[in-house]
């Protein structure tokens, strides 16, 4: 699996855009990015996953470089509940395994 | 929702003692996993079992450790006899076919003393 790289904080003012940064410039052509976050020693939570394209779903937006070797979380509206540790992987989509491997990870605070 | 159910939220072992580790994943999932967090370290993947057999497993995942699927519903993880450094948070976790995110349960926080 490729090797992503994350900021290990990052700070956000409540109902302003949240945008995680993630690089991963070994990223093969099979590979996924996927994020997911975990809220204080609860179970890590999947938000939203992409290939090249741009996705949106109900909790986020993920924007992938045309070179694919970079991403973008974005939370448009953060709350205080969105306060976290957000994991950027990599990963193919093959295999029965498909264990997922956890960095340190981002660590958002959202504050009033 | 679908929910991953882990039971119990937490427990409380003396070392050398058995300890057993209970997960309800999804109903329709296929793949199950167990990953283990210590208290400040990275979440890290310890097994993973497919078709009532282990398809990997991580260098932690020694002889102590077990898996086991016994009813169709349940998946267990079984540490025989426990170490002070067992001591951790264990996800149980399942996902369905394809290639979609994995559905974690919330954890049993296991303290060894």
């Known amino acids: 699996d490729a090797k992503t790289t994350q900021p290990p904080s990052m700070d956000c003012a409540e109902g302003r855009a949240a945008n995680l940064p993630c690089n991963h410039s070994?990223?093969?052509?099979?590979?996924?990015v996927y994020w997911y976050r975990q809220i204080h020693s609860q179970g890590p939570q999947y938000i939203i996953h992409g290939l090249k394209n741009n996705e949106t779903n109900e909790m986020a937006s993920l924007i992938i470089t045309e070179d694919r070797k970079s991403s973008t979380l974005i939370l448009p509206h953060a709350t205080l509940r969105d306060t976290a540790v957000y994991y950027c992987i990599v990963k193919d989509s093959g295999g029965s395994n498909y264990k997922l491997t956890f960095g340190k990870g981002t660590l958002l605070t959202v504050n009033p | 929702e679908p929910e991953v159910t882990q039971t119990p939220s937490h427990q409380v072992t003396q070392m050398g003692q058995e300890v057993i580790l209970r997960c309800v994943p999804i109903s329709n999932h296929l793949y199950f996993y167990w990953y283990r967090q210590i208290l400040g370290q990275k979440v890290e993947f310890l097994v993973s079992?497919?078709?009532?057999?282990?398809?990997?497993k991580s260098e932690i995942f020694d002889d102590q450790f077990s898996v086991e699927r016994p009813d169709g519903s349940n998946f267990t993880l079984k540490i025989r006899s426990t170490k002070l450094e067992d001591s951790a948070m264990y996800f149980c976790?399942?996902?369905?076919?394809?290639?979609?995110?994995?559905?974690f349960g919330s954890g049993t926080r296991l303290t060894v003393v």
């Open positions: 079992f497919y078709n009532n057999e282990i398809s990997e």
């Open positions: 070994t990223i093969s052509g099979n590979e996924y």
């Open positions: 976790a399942s996902r369905g076919q394809g290639y979609y995110g994995y559905t």
